[in-house]
């Protein structure tokens, strides 16, 4: 029990580690480092947490039965799902990390300058954001398959690769660095997984994921920059009222998401027809 809680929360370590460290920074290090992790706490556990839940059972079911074919489907949908969820949400962080920092928490002693240093934490976390969801998939998998001694390998890899990479970058970048280290050692740690993986049960049939990746990527690049272009116009200011930053936000949110669909829409998106048809069975059994 111990090593797949190991191979499952790494994540939270490397965290706890750079809370840790960051307590050797100048003072408010920490808090920085905690405001940004809930942020990016929000979409990792409605989504990969949720995801990685829920295709547990089948996962099982098909390593128990040997069924090899239908075990790669299930991960391919269920990685290119999260993947095509989590992506947008990063970027959408990135570029409106400002004023939602400035919206949910500026106010008493959490002045502009402190908005703008827990700013940059979010910025390196919300890097990861799509390797910290990955991981909760893969992971899944391994444990399908009744093997917790690889994620607990890579897990270890991971968590000493952080370590590695904090004390490097807690200098030039203070907090930054810390955050930039925890999702560059998530990025490993997926790396890693995906490969052990593949030499387990072979070939993982990566053409598709790769096709969808590029398409998902580039939908939230040009929907990053539609609500970067937004944002600019709507939130000009540092001087807005609670209301005014809320309006720009949730405009800017609702534009984001609203752009991001019609982009998925229009170059046929084979996970966008899957969360509509997911959509309309759950309206079903509602009714």
């Not at 976390?125 to 009744?146: K, P, Q, T």
């Not at 807690?170 to 930039?180: V, Y």
Request: aromatic share 10%; glycine share 8%.
């Amino acid at each position: 029990m111990l090593p797949a809680i190991f191979g499952a929360a790494v994540y939270q370590i490397n965290i706890l580690i750079g809370t840790l460290l960051a307590s050797f920074l100048p003072e408010g290090s920490v808090s920085y480092l905690y405001y940004a992790d809930r942020l990016v706490q929000l979409p990792l556990g409605i989504f990969a947490i949720s995801a990685a839940t829920a295709i547990f059972p089948a996962l099982s079911r098909q390593a128990s039965g040997n069924d090899m074919g239908a075990f790669r489907e299930t991960f391919d949908y269920s990685i290119r799902i999260v993947l095509f969820i989590t992506f947008p949400c990063m970027i959408g962080l990135i570029v409106l990390r400002e004023p939602i920092v400035a919206l949910l928490f500026k106010r008493g002693e959490f002045d502009a300058q402190t908005a703008a240093l827990t700013a940059q934490a979010l910025l390196y976390y919300s890097m990861g954001l799509w390797a910290f969801a990955s991981v909760r998939i893969v992971v899944s998998m391994f444990y399908a398959l009744r093997d917790t001694r690889t994620p607990v390998i890579t897990a270890l890899i991971s968590f000493l690769a952080n370590v590695v990479l904090s004390l490097l970058l807690m200098k030039p970048l203070k907090h930054g660095g810390l955050a930039l280290a925890t999702s560059l050692s998530s990025m490993l740690n997926v790396a890693l997984l995906l490969l052990a993986l593949d030499i387990k049960i072979g070939s993982l049939g990566l053409k598709r994921l790769k096709e969808s990746v590029f398409k998902i990527a580039a939908c939230s690049l040009i929907m990053g920059g539609i609500v970067w272009g937004l944002a600019s116009f709507v939130m000009h200011t540092e001087n807005l009222s609670f209301i005014g930053r809320l309006s720009g936000v949730t405009c800017c949110i609702l534009t984001g998401i609203v752009s991001y669909a019609v982009l998925s829409f229009l170059i046929k998106s084979p996970e966008i027809k899957s969360l509509v048809a997911l959509a309309g069975r759950g309206i079903k059994k509602g009714d």
